[in-house]
């Protein structure tokens, strides 16, 4: 079961070229408001036309430029869930669900049973919670036997809790559906929980298509490993002598275990890498205090670095939190080496 998408689109002045192929599972596709996330899902789900290109689905063509087929979104056998969700508000539980099926008459109650909503059949869209009807969306989703789910910022407009509870609910359903599924996030969170395989969208262009795992590990560029949660960089800069500075960090020395490959022009490091330390060992950054930001189970302190005045940021759970450091450590194995 595989999704196959190679597509470019214009609109105004932003452009979409995305190509990429899944594999069955979750794969996620993370980046920033604007970056062409819920076009490309609209694209394969056939609500948006792309100017050219080809879309398959387990080698049936939904879409193909040069050979002018395009199948309307009812024929494609794929299912959408929107951000909103999109019931129908004049209807109850059990007849947006029941619109969704290919078969008329089938009976709805394994999906009731499945999504836990069992004695809301008569109810209508605004007498539920914002969890309940999401589930109501997904069941309606099912209800169509689709060959491949399409998910929306599915927890978008849902508190913390409910967000988590329901992320663990899906991830459920989604393992045993066993189908192909493209999630869109702006959350690296999210990504990394429910995503085994993970495509990061800028602009419109892939900067970094693999294993959810690996490049949260390694992300190669700059921008990706913003969007996985990185906060600190510095340029490197090669010297004569074959050493590495960090010239944003008041040119500090990078040595091994570290090895950087030829091609890395920046360095990174996790704000939750950095450890306390009472003197200067090491790759190690003397710091001064700027703020301390309120978090009720981390502390979370932004350090000017040296002279250089490089913004550092150090996050410490509260409980091994010791007070405010001079110095910063890092062990050289949590480097994140990057290029532009």
């Keep these: ?138 069941a309606r989703m099912l209800a169509s036997q689709p060959q491949a789910l399409l998910l929306d910022e599915p927890f978008s407009a849902l508190d913390a809790y409910l967000k988590e509870q329901l992320q663990l609910e899906l991830l459920t359903l989604l393992e045993e ?53 990185c906060r600190n960089f510095s340029r490197l800069q090669r010297m004569e002598d074959g050493t590495l500075q960090a010239v944003d960090w008041a040119n500090l020395k990078i040595f091994p275990p570290a090895s950087p490959p030829d091609w890395a022009t920046h360095v990174g490091v996790r704000s939750h890498s950095f450890q306390a330390t009472p003197i200067s060992q090491g790759i190690c950054f003397p710091v001064q205090p700027l703020q301390r930001l309120e978090s009720p189970f981390e502390e979370i302190l932004v350090f000017a670095s040296g002279e250089s005045g490089e913004v550092l940021w150090w996050e410490v759970p509260k409980k091994d939190f010791q007070g405010v450091p001079e110095f910063l450590w890092v062990d050289p194995r949590e480097l994140l080496f990057l290029r532009e």
């Design 1 to 138: 079961m595989s999704l196959e998408v190679s597509i470019k689109k214009k609109l105004g002045s932003f452009s979409l070229e995305v190509d990429f192929s899944t594999d069955s599972g979750t794969m996620g596709i993370l980046g920033a408001s604007g970056c062409g996330k819920s076009m490309t899902l609209k694209c394969i789900a056939g609500i948006e036309t792309p100017d050219e290109g080809r879309i398959l689905m387990n080698h049936r063509v939904l879409y193909d430029s040069k050979a002018k087929k395009n199948l309307p979104p009812q024929q494609r056998q794929i299912g959408y869930l929107f951000q909103n969700y999109a019931l129908f508000p004049h209807m109850t539980v059990a007849e947006n669900i029941a619109c969704g099926q290919r078969t008329k008459g089938e009976s709805i109650l394994p999906l009731l049973e499945k999504l836990q909503l069992e004695g809301l059949e008569n109810r209508y869209p605004a007498q539920l919670s914002g969890g309940q009807q999401q589930r109501v969306a997904l």
């Design 177 to 229: 559906w066993g189908k192909d599924t493209l999630l869109v996030t702006h959350s690296r969170e999210e990504a990394y929980r429910l995503c085994q395989r993970l495509l990061i969208l800028e602009q419109g262009r892939p900067l970094a298509m693999g294993e959810t795992a690996k490049i949260f590990q390694n992300p190669v560029r700059i921008q990706a490993a913003r969007l996985t949660g």
